[in-house]
């Protein structure tokens, strides 16, 4: 089902399972991470503090909505996300939150 309102047309189904990935926090926080730059699983494990075999399930329900991408560089493979849509609502998400995060590695700034 697709709806228009005014010049704005979406699936709320599509929309539905977008929010629904996104919503969870290990998830977002690993959408914002890759949005920032590239990371191989490893890194990204440690960074979002999940084993190495709890993250990829989390990556393919990113992937399957095509909210991440892959780059293979033999034998690691890279994730990152230009969804820009997905990258919108992170943004707008952000407007509720008066704390600024620090992206590790990063200097901490709250």
């Not at 977008?18 to 290990?26: D, E, F, R, T």
């Not at 991470?33 to 494990?45: N, R, T």
């Not at 709890?54 to 990556?59: E, R």
Request: proline fraction near 5%.
């Amino acid at each position: 089902m697709t709806t228009k309102f005014d010049h704005y047309t979406f699936s709320p189904e599509e929309a539905a399972r977008v929010l629904a990935a996104i919503g969870n926090p290990s998830r977002l926080l690993i959408v914002t991470l890759i949005s920032h730059k590239e990371w191989d699983v490893g890194g990204l494990a440690r960074a979002v503090g999940l084993s190495q075999s709890a993250l990829p399930q989390h990556l393919k329900k990113l992937r399957d909505l095509s909210i991440v991408k892959t780059r293979r560089h033999d034998p690691t493979v890279y994730y990152r996300c230009d969804a820009s849509r997905v990258l919108k609502i992170r943004d707008v998400l952000g407007l509720w939150n008066q704390r600024t995060y620090s992206l590790p590695g990063e200097a901490d700034s709250h």
